[in-house]
């Protein structure tokens, strides 16, 4: 039969459209095992970030980035880093007011992970002023209490009071029991002592210093212990004793408004060694602005036994009606 020329065109048109038709399911556009289109192995993985801070909150408008790429959470505490390429990186987080975080991670093609960074609020840099001498107020009355942690308590406790400048000063020492122990009256030149029995034997002028000098010198001891660590920080934060002061809180302590501090001392050594604490309670406005109502000095030993000694300073200014008895 012959063949038309219609026929050719075709015949010619429905081979073409067959051949199309196969190359394209051979060539991978269609779902088939080729290698182009949506079978290619993924090379990059996306990385969600979580910035909280140290209570568990999320932190809004924190800085996050990995190597030059960088973002900034949103108010869930959230930022996605997508298409990462696979390897090793450092993600860190900033935001003003805490410490910066950091957290080495591993990015795996085709796998998503997400990374929680914890900033914590940095330390409030403590301003404030320097502590006055007790010893230059006209009078006070102090009284010491010593403590340990092995179970005696107020193992002795002393009183010093001091009027006209120092000129005049009662003294009394008070044993663990309770017992009075030491009784010491100096008006001037004069004094007078007991040894707790009640009986009073009269000093003579030139002994008086020297019977006082163990006592007074003790407590000042204690005081410049403390105003020393506080006063040096706050003059110069450097040497071989690193204090890190911190204001706690404000509250009314022997009749006075204070603001409370601790001052937390350890070597600057290696190791870094713990000296101890030392918690000042600081009258914070009227005459008597920048002394001590109380202080604490928490000591810790090698075997671990702590020994505390509080100082309450109380009465500035009032007449103490020292005189002999």
């Known amino acids: 039969m012959k063949v038309t020329k219609t026929k050719r065109v075709i015949v010619l048109i429905l081979s073409i459209i067959l051949i199309s038709m196969l190359f394209a399911g051979c060539g991978g556009g269609g779902g088939g095992n080729g290698s182009s289109g949506s079978n290619q192995k993924p090379t990059t993985g996306n990385v969600a970030v979580l910035v909280v801070d140290d209570t568990g909150n999320a932190l809004s408008d924190a800085t996050v980035s990995i190597d030059s790429t960088s973002g900034t959470t949103d108010a869930n505490g959230n930022y996605v880093f997508k298409s990462v390429k696979e390897g090793s990186y450092t993600i860190k987080a900033t935001k003003d007011g805490y410490e910066d975080a950091q957290k080495d991670i591993t990015v795996s093609a085709g796998n998503d992970q997400t ?37 005696s ?61 163990g006592y007074i010198e003790t407590f000042k001891s204690l005081q410049n212990e403390a105003y020393g660590a506080y006063n040096g920080w706050v003059k110069d934060p450097t040497g071989n004793v690193s204090y890190k002061v911190e204001r706690v ?3 009314t302590v022997n009749g006075y408004s204070t603001t409370k501090y601790v001052l937390h001392g350890k070597e600057k050594t290696e190791t870094g060694v713990e000296l101890g604490t030392i918690t000042l309670w600081v009258i914070n406005k009227g005459p008597y602005k920048d002394y001590t109502t109380r202080l604490q000095i928490t000591s810790v030993d090698a075997s671990g036994k702590t020994e505390k000694i509080t100082i309450d300073t109380l009465d500035f200014g009032k007449d103490m009606n020292i005189s002999l008895p």
């Open 153 to 213: 308590e107020n193992k002795s406790k002393m009183i010093i009071e001091q009027d006209d400048y120092g000129k005049k000063q009662h003294i009394v020492v008070y044993e663990g029991d309770g017992k009075k122990s030491f009784e010491l009256y100096v008006v001037g030149d004069k004094a007078k002592m007991s040894q707790g029995n009640g009986k009073w034997m009269e000093m003579p002028g030139g002994m008086i210093g020297q019977l006082t000098k």
């Open 249 to 251: 809180k404000q509250e």
């Open 115 to 151: 990374v929680t960074l914890t900033l914590k609020k940095k330390q409030e840099q403590v301003s404030a002023d320097l502590l006055k001498d007790p010893s230059k107020v006209k009078s006070y009355r102090s009284i010491i209490y010593t403590e340990s942690s092995d179970g």
